[in-house]
């Protein structure tokens, strides 16, 4: 089993910025793909970005150019930096870790974008 904890969630003005962090409880980077992904009320659940054990990286066409997923081995931690942030981007963001046998998931993290 692997516990994802996010924090960093919040409200903030549009065009503002926020990191949100994912903690795993074991090392797991190398061997599952990371993920974050949103929610929004009364939307379906879609990725925003992940990132493979090898380090390769693919966004959502709506999150391009302003989020950035990372990782740091050493403290097991997953980051998802947002800059410009839209009202559109109001969602509960999901901390996701994901191989061909095992899926895991965190509890959730909101974000409002409103001025």
């Known amino acids: 089993q692997v516990q994802l904890v996010e924090s960093g969630g919040g409200l903030v003005q549009p065009g503002g910025s926020l990191r949100l962090s994912c903690a795993a409880s074991?090392?797991?980077?190398?061997?599952?793909?990371m993920g974050w992904y949103r929610q929004a009320p009364g939307k379906g659940r879609e990725s925003v970005a992940t990132?493979?054990?090898?380090?390769?990286?693919n966004y959502a066409k709506s999150v391009k150019g302003r989020f950035t997923i990372s990782r740091d081995v050493a403290k097991n931690t997953v980051y998802l930096q947002m800059n410009g942030l839209k009202p559109e981007d109001t969602a509960i963001y999901y901390c996701?870790?994901?191989?061909?046998?095992?899926?895991?998931w965190g509890q959730g993290t909101q974000v409002t974008v409103s001025s």
């Open positions: 996701r870790a994901v191989r061909f046998d095992q899926d895991f």
């Open positions: 990132i493979t054990g090898g380090g390769s990286t």
């Open positions: 074991r090392s797991i980077f190398s061997t599952h793909t």
